[in-house]
């Protein structure tokens, strides 16, 4: 049996992670000592597991639970949902890329010695992107166009230690 540390311990998640899992009836414990401390089994860390699975490709919490609940089989609906989802935002960040490599092939842009990195966050920001997007715009663009990546980096006139950080967490993201 483990208790709500070791068990968040275990599964490499915060304590009160488990706690809100548990408070929104996603886990429970096994049982309660006559302490009150919550323990938990084999089955609990098991469901766990599933959970921080479902969690890492994007699931809600609220599809988890009806997942977990579902008879064996029948919750393919939830993860074709997700499925669908991760489509529409790859199509969307690869529209998004598409213009950016258009704009670096612009003769005229390219000659621009003004253009910044504040500038092209700012342009960004009013088409819509959040700070997530950027993000996950930038890990697409160092996976699929190394290269591209940097003379982008490089044409947005970013010293070169911060491109190299900007290009280490696109690689670990």
């Not at 029948?74 to 935002?89: A, C, H, N, P, T």
């Not at 663009?141 to 491109?163: C, V």
Request: one cysteine or more; glycine letters at 4%; hydrophobic letters at 35%.
């Amino acid at each position: 049996m483990h208790t709500v540390s070791q068990l968040a311990k275990h599964c490499q998640l915060s304590r009160s992670t488990v706690l809100y899992y548990e408070s929104i009836g996603l886990l429970q414990p096994a049982v309660r000592t006559e302490s009150n401390y919550r323990l938990y089994g084999e089955r609990e860390l098991q469901r766990l597991e599933q959970i921080k699975l479902y969690r890492s490709v994007g699931v809600s919490v609220k599809d988890i639970r009806a997942v977990l609940n579902a008879p064996r089989g029948e919750f393919s609906g939830v993860l074709k949902r997700r499925l669908s989802q991760l489509e529409k935002e790859i199509e969307a960040l690869q529209a998004h890329q598409r213009v950016i490599l258009k704009l670096l092939n612009m003769k005229t842009l390219r000659r621009k010695k003004d253009m910044t990195k504040d500038k092209w966050v700012a342009v960004m920001k009013d088409a819509g992107f959040t700070e997530d997007d950027m993000h996950r715009w930038h890990r697409q663009f160092e996976k699929s166009a190394p290269t591209d990546h940097q003379e982008f980096l490089q044409f947005l006139n970013i010293p070169t230690d911060e491109i190299s950080r900007i290009r280490e967490w696109s690689k670990k993201n």
